[in-house]
């Protein structure tokens, strides 16, 4: 369980980097206010043309992003500006934006919604046609034209983000100090440096106490497993336990061995547990390919740690209950 959740947390923030650095920007613009992760908000197009004419900015292009379900969105760009700052799309089916209710999507959409060049897909309610599959990793899942998806949204001559690309990147802190004095200090500007350094999991809200909570979970959840399996072990053994103690076993003794059959369970199931994450890794990219699970081998100490204190924490009362039993009475006991 926690394998899976750190793994998902951080395939969707690794996702989210590939995509920021497919788009070949080396700063980002977003609305005053906008949170790392997300475009909310819209601002002037008339932005556009002050940033394209700042000194160093060598190319820039506006976008528009339009939330349609879920985590999914559809962005709207000027096809050629994308291709000449990202190099392009690679299709691997159909081909470019022809007509204006044409649109792009990657193959990873592709595969979730089963959809193919040409086909007919229903977004914003209205039937799209799918003009091309492109390879995922360049700035959306979906595509269309800017001007389109403004009209259909009632957001003419609104943008969400502008990406510039710069002539020479040593000097992007510079270029970024001249944009916010030529009037834009209030909106949100990034180099690609910074906002991949801080797409992180900590810097997604409430993930991390989402996490910690699941953490916590699985502690408590191990101590409940292994307390009533070992209570019922010692109860089962009961009369095992009274012969090895007239045969001269210490107490020490006695709850060492419930001790280290306790860690040995511990081990095996966290073993069980990597084995079961890369299952779930399956699972997650056949059913719901838009959600990226990642291994994160770095974690599995921590969830063996977990594991094997929340087991030990587990065996105590039961394994002391075990050590001070009177011999007698567990030789008479039926």
């Known amino acids: 369980m926690m394998l899976t959740l750190v793994g998902l947390s951080r395939g969707i923030v690794e996702d989210a980097q590939e995509r920021a650095r497919g788009v070949g920007a080396d700063i980002i613009i977003k609305a005053p206010n906008s949170s790392l992760f997300s475009f909310s908000g819209t601002f002037p197009q008339g932005i556009l043309p002050l940033v394209q004419h700042q000194p160093g900015i060598s190319l820039a292009m506006g976008t528009l992003v339009y939330s349609t379900a879920g985590v999914d969105s559809i962005t709207g760009i000027n096809l050629a500006q994308f ?148 209570y019922t072990a010692v109860l089962e053994r009961t009369r095992e336990i009274g012969i090895l103690k007239a045969l001269g076993a210490s107490p020490a003794f006695i709850l060492s061995i419930l001790l280290r059959e306790t860690v040995l369970l511990a081990l095996t199931g966290s073993l069980v547990g990597i084995a079961m994450s890369y299952g779930s890794r399956w699972l997650v990219t056949t059913l719901e390919p838009t959600m990226i699970q990642v291994a994160v081998p770095d974690w599995w100490p921590i969830a063996i740690a977990i594991s094997i204190c929340g087991a030990l924490c587990g065996a105590v009362y039961p394994g002391l209950r075990a050590a001070r039993q009177d011999v007698i009475d567990a030789l008479a006991y039926d």
């Open 83 to 230: 291709n000449a700052m990202s190099g392009g799309f690679r299709y691997l089916g159909g081909g470019g934006l022809q007509g204006p209710d044409d649109i792009l999507v990657d193959d990873i959409y592709a595969r979730a919604n089963h959809l193919h060049a040409g086909d007919r897909h229903e977004l914003i309610h209205r039937k799209w046609r799918i003009a091309g599959i492109v390879e995922h990793g360049k700035m959306s899942r979906m595509f269309t034209g800017l001007a389109h998806l403004q009209d259909l949204t009632a957001s003419k001559g609104r943008l969400s983000c502008v990406y510039a690309k710069v002539a020479d990147p040593s000097q992007t802190n510079a270029v970024i100090a001249r944009l916010k004095a030529a009037g834009l200090s209030e909106y949100s500007i990034y180099s690609l440096q910074d906002l991949l350094s801080q797409m992180t999991e900590s810097n997604v809200p409430m993930l991390k106490k989402f996490t910690a909570v699941i953490v916590g979970i699985g502690m408590f959840v191990g101590f409940l497993v292994v307390f009533l399996s070992m």
